[in-house]
Each structure stands twice: as C-alpha cells, then as structure tokens.
C-alpha cells in the first residue's frame, strides 16, 4: 500500500496480549505520517494527536472511540483524504493535548500556527488562540490547574483564564530554547537546553539551579535525581548534600 496507517494499541505488560487496538488516520508513504505525540491520560480517557490534524479521545479501557477530529485549515496543509505535509521533528516536541477545565487545548502543530481549545466532549473547536505565547510553545504540560508553555519562551499560564501569571524568554547562554521534554512538578520544572539543564521555580519562573550539559536529553525526577536521558546515553544529577546523604 501506499499509505501508512496510525494506530493506538493497547497491550498488558504481564504477557504482551494484544488488548485492543484502534485506527487512528492515514498518509502517503512518502510522507512524514504516523507521528503521536505523547498519549495524556486523564480520568479513564486518552487524548491523542498526529501530524495530520487529527486529534482524538478515547476510551481507556477498551479503547473506544468518543471522538475523532480533522482540523482542515491551510496552515496545516491538508488537503481533501487528510494527508498533510508537516515539518520533520523530534518526537519530544510534538504538542499532546492538554486537558484542562476548559476543555483540551491542542498547542500549535506547525511553527507560527494557533493553538486550538477544543470541546472536551465533542472535540469540537471553541476558541482559536493566536497569541505569540502559544506560537512559540513547543509542547504544553498541565500541572495543578494552570498550563506550562514550553520553547524558546517559558510560561506559566492561569488555566481557567488563559493568562500568562509569569513567562521568561530563553537567552543564549542558556541554550536560546529547549531541547528536550522537560519535567513538571508543581514546585520545579527541570528543562532540558542544549547546553544546561535547568531547575526553575514553578511560582516565579527563576532558575533555583542549573548545570552544564554536553549533550541534551529528555529529563524525568526519580527519588531526588535529575534523569537525562538521550539515545546514547542515562545521566543522572544529583545535589551535593544528597550525595553526602547517600
């Protein structure tokens, strides 16, 4: 066949049975089709997009479908059967939807497009956001209520309102954007840069600590321990008085 098929799977880790699977969407081979971003689970359901535009929620447990959308519009190039030529990216900076109060806000699938807040019942679009603050965001992370906007700026916005509480522009020195999936707790965020790895405060956007790195990665907190993880290699940082600790 020509076309690429993108599924969701779901498969019991105990012994590797197939539980379900759902189709998603399609593309030509020679396109950069079948892209996920990360799968965001919240309260018994799946939300889910591709680089088609095509954004969906389903269910959990057997992965039935409660809605599937194809956001048509020229900034995506799609045209009629859905196949759309998008950019080559990392996997790490592909948008998931956020699910917040309001419904689920899908950040911007191509650079300088708008972000979406879509019905969380009926994927149907509510409001288009075409500030710069969501243009820039490379992905978004809902922690306690608000929304943390991730790229070459960084920002905290209120999740009801929609409204920047803080944001800080990404400097030279600091690796100018991210490179990498940052961590979000609700009192730090561990941003990964080309060249540092940075703790900021999730109250005011200040750095509380940072590190040079030599090589950028995907960060995760485990027990007190900054994990970087890239294809080639684990690091592991750590402060001093924990290490003494130790």
């Keep these: 066949s020509q076309f690429q098929d993108a599924y969701i799977v779901c ?54 479908l409660y809605w599937l959308r194809v956001l048509q519009d020229a900034s995506r190039k799609i045209d009629a059967i859905g196949v759309g ?63 943390f906007g991730v790229g070459q700026t960084v920002a905290r916005v209120d999740g009801a309102q929609r409204e920047p509480i803080w944001q800080r522009h990404m400097t030279r020195e600091e690796g100018i954007r991210p490179d990498g999936r940052a961590c979000v707790t609700p009192a730090r965020i561990v941003l990964p840069t080309s060249n540092r790895l940075l703790v900021l405060d999730t109250q005011t956007g200040k750095t509380l600590t940072e590190a040079s790195v030599s090589r950028p990665g995907n960060a995760v907190l485990v027990d007190g321990q900054i994990i970087l993880t890239s294809g080639s290699t684990v690091r592991s940082f750590m402060d001093w008085a924990q290490v003494r600790r130790n």
Excluded: M
């Excluded at 892209?35 to 799946?46: A, H, N, P, S, Y």
């Excluded at 990392?90 to 948008?95: F, K, T």
């Excluded at 191509?110 to 956001?129: C, F, H, M, R, V």
């Excluded at 603050?133 to 809902?142: D, F, G």
């Design 11 to 64: 498969v019991r880790l105990t012994d590797h049975t197939l539980l379900w699977r759902r189709y998603l969407s399609s593309s030509l081979a020679d396109r950069n089709g079948g892209q996920f971003t990360e799968i965001v689970f919240d309260k018994g359901r799946l939300y889910v997009a591709d680089n088609l535009g095509a954004v969906a929620c389903l269910a959990g447990q057997d992965g039935r």
């Design 85 to 147: 030529a998008f950019r080559v990216q990392s996997s790490w900076q592909a948008g998931a939807p956020a699910r917040i109060d309001a419904g689920v806000l899908l950040p911007p699938q191509e650079p300088n497009a708008s972000a979406l807040l879509l019905d969380a019942d009926t994927g149907q679009i509510k409001e288009t956001l075409k500030d710069a603050l969501w243009q820039q965001a490379e992905y978004l992370v809902p922690v306690a209520g608000d929304l």
